[in-house]
Structure formats: C-alpha cells, structure tokens
C-alpha cells in the first residue's frame, strides 16, 4: 500500500506525500535528507593575506557555510590525511580583492557605495580555479557559490583579503556546512471529522477556528454550511475546543501512516534529486542490515 505523491514542486522547494510508512522509516528518511546526503563545502582556507576586520578563523568559518553549487557525484572523497587535494576530490576557490578610494567621489557625500570601491566582499567574488585536469574533465562546469550576494566582509580603502579556498565532499553528520537542505520535516496528515451538521451562525465561527482553505460554507436551501474543504492545510491550532458550543461538534485526529514531508534545498542540488539520492541511502542501509543478519550463524 506504499505510494509517494508529489503534491507541489518549486524551485528549490518540495512537497509530496508518503503514505503506508512506518514512523521509524518517515524519521530515518528525513535524518538521512539533514546529515547523510553528500555535498561539496569548503574545508581549508589558506590565507595569504587578510587586513581586513574579520579575523581569520571567522572569515575560515563564513566561507564554509556558503553553499556552493557542485554536483557531489562528480568527485570522491578525500583520503584522510592527504593534505594536497587532487582533480577528483578538490574544488578550489580564490577570493582576491582591495578596498580603494573613489576619486571621482563627491567631497560632501558619506555613503560608502560612492565613496569607495569593493568595500563589500561578496561571494560572488569568488573565483574556482581548475586543479590538474579539470578543466578538460568538466568541460562544461559551472562552479561557483550558489547564491552571488552572500556578505563575507566589509573593507575600507587599503584593506584587501587574499585566500585560497579546498572543496571537499562531506555530510552533515560531520559537519553542519555540508547538509543539503534547508529544512526538511514531516507531519502527519490532519484528519476532521464534523460530528453533526453545523449550520449559519456557528459555520462560521467553526470557520474562523481553523487556518484559511480548511473549512468551506456552502449555501443549502437557504442555510450556510460547515464542510471540511481540506484538512491538509490545518495546522492543529485547537482553536475550536476553546468554544463551547462547538468542541463537541468536531474531531480532529491524525492519518498515523500519512505523511506529509517539506524539503527545502540549499540549492546545491535540487529537491527531487535530494530526495532520490536519500532514498538510495536508505535503501544502501537496508541492505546493509540485511546482510549483517544473512552472516550471523543461527543457533
């Protein structure tokens, strides 16, 4: 009875349903899509020069959190202790910027944007140069962070910043930096039942108690009627229970294998491609685990 619905599919955004799951497995996916799914951060920062007030270990931290669009699957992980990065597991990046005045500035203007140049360092001033061969390897790569405005530092005229920057695929499980969505989460799908009819006056209160789109009137032989139009959109506010006259007329519950997941990309790789490649994890494990227990010797 298992079946995925995709209910609403954006850029950067996803909606579906998983329906005929146990919880175990709904919460195992979603830990999976946070701390399991591989993606490419920047790991060492080398800094050639720095002048700026950003001191270096936070200028280090800044620039690994900036997502950066690369398709993890292109490279393999870095062998621990190698402290040269090659072509198949390295992306490289170089920040290289300096503050200066703007002589053509007006004397009695005091906003920065006039009065001098580059004094903001955004990630779009990050440039990847190609390590060894890939620049024949990814001929057609487009690898940069993945949003251009991204503040890393403010400069004044004769502060500069001169660092070089290693990629390398991780997961979230050994780091924040590397986790691919924004959020992901699950609930269950609401489930409200109208006990009796409800009509005129009290419809629409019933109405109000619930988020915009649950409840719908219909107009029947001249009388306005209560309809749960879709209770998918209720966010179980329990508004109703605080009315007297209406706490006995509704039941709200919850489908137990219905489950309603949002996943929201960093944009390093898009949702569907997420969830595809969680899957195939979860899938990894299970067979994993089926494996250990084809091993073990029955008594």
């Known amino acids: 009875a298992f079946r995925v619905d995709i209910i609403r599919e954006e850029e950067g955004a996803l909606e579906f349903d ?15 899509l946070l701390a399991e799914v591989p993606t490419m951060a920047v790991e060492k920062v080398f ?3 720095n002048t700026s007030i950003v001191q270096d270990e936070i200028l280090a931290h800044r620039l690994g959190l900036i997502p950066i669009r690369a398709d993890p699957r292109l490279f393999e992980y870095r062998n621990q202790g190698d402290e040269e990065g090659t072509e198949i597991d390295t992306l490289q990046f170089q920040l290289k910027i300096k503050c200066s005045r703007n002589p053509q500035a007006a004397k009695e203007s005091s906003d920065p944007n006039e009065l001098y140049f580059n004094h903001k360092v955004y990630s779009k001033h990050m440039t990847w140069v190609p390590l060894g061969n890939q620049t024949d390897l990814f001929p057609d790569a487009d690898f940069r962070p993945v949003h251009e405005d991204i503040l890393i530092a403010l400069l004044r005229p004769g ?13 979230g499980k050994d780091h924040a930096k590397f986790s691919p969505v924004a959020t992901a989460s699950y ?22 108690c619930f988020s915009p789109g649950v409840i719908e009137i219909q107009h029947i032989k001249g009388k306005k009627v209560a ?7 209720d966010t179980f506010s329990r508004e109703v229970f605080r009315h ?56």
């Open 227 to 233: 309809r749960v139009a879709n209770a998918r959109l």
């Open 159 to 171: 502060q500069e910043i001169d660092v070089l920057m290693h990629c390398v695929k991780g997961i």
């Open 18 to 32: 998983m329906v005929g799951i146990d919880a175990a497995i709904a919460n195992a996916f979603r830990r999976i």
């Open 187 to 208: 609930r269950l799908l609401p489930d409200i039942t109208l006990l009796q009819p409800v009509e005129d006056e009290a419809a629409e209160k019933l109405q109000k």
């Open 47 to 49: 800094v050639y020069n």
């Open 244 to 299: 007297e006259g209406l706490k006995n007329l509704v039941r709200l519950a919850r489908v137990r294998n219905h489950y309603i997941f949002s996943v929201e990309s960093t944009g390093i790789l898009p949702p569907d491609v997420l969830v595809s490649e969680a899957i195939k994890i979860l899938m990894g494990k299970c067979q994993r685990f089926l494996n250990e227990l084809d091993s073990v010797p029955m008594e």
